[in-house]
């Protein structure tokens, strides 16, 4: 079992700034990836950013210069800085990681989701 755990999510005026943290735990092999998605209503659930194995690091278009992802792999932890909100960066943003419980076997795993809501 893998658990994903959100914090930081909250309310915030245009122009300001939050810090996603989320924290794996439970048994596992190894984490080879974590990121954070993210769904507004009627809308399709997108990637945000994801930091991979080996460094590369993978940003949605409309959040390049704004957002920043830290990944600590030693602590299997993940941030999103979120600076610069804007209005349309409103939805629940979801934790994933690509995590194996045994050698060779990856399994996709889901924070519950914290909610982001930017004020205009």
């Known amino acids: 079992q893998v658990q994903l755990v959100e914090s930081g999510g909250g309310l915030v005026q245009a122009g300001g700034s939050l810090r996603l943290s989320c924290a794996a735990s439970g048994t596992f092999f190894s984490i080879n990836a974590m990121g954070w998605y993210r769904q507004a209503p009627g809308k399709q659930r997108e990637l945000v950013a994801a930091?991979?194995?080996?460094?590369?690091?993978k940003y949605l278009d409309s959040v390049k210069g704004r957002f920043t992802i830290s990944r600590d792999n030693a602590k299997n932890t993940v941030a999103l800085q979120m600076n610069s909100l804007k209005p349309e960066d409103t939805a629940v943003y979801y934790c994933?990681?690509?995590?194996?419980?045994?050698?060779?076997?990856?399994?996709?795993?889901w924070g519950q989701g914290t909610q982001v809501t930017v004020s205009s």
């Open positions: 930091a991979f194995s080996g460094g590369t690091i």
């Open positions: 994933n990681a690509a995590a194996q419980r045994t050698a060779g076997y990856e399994y996709t795993y």
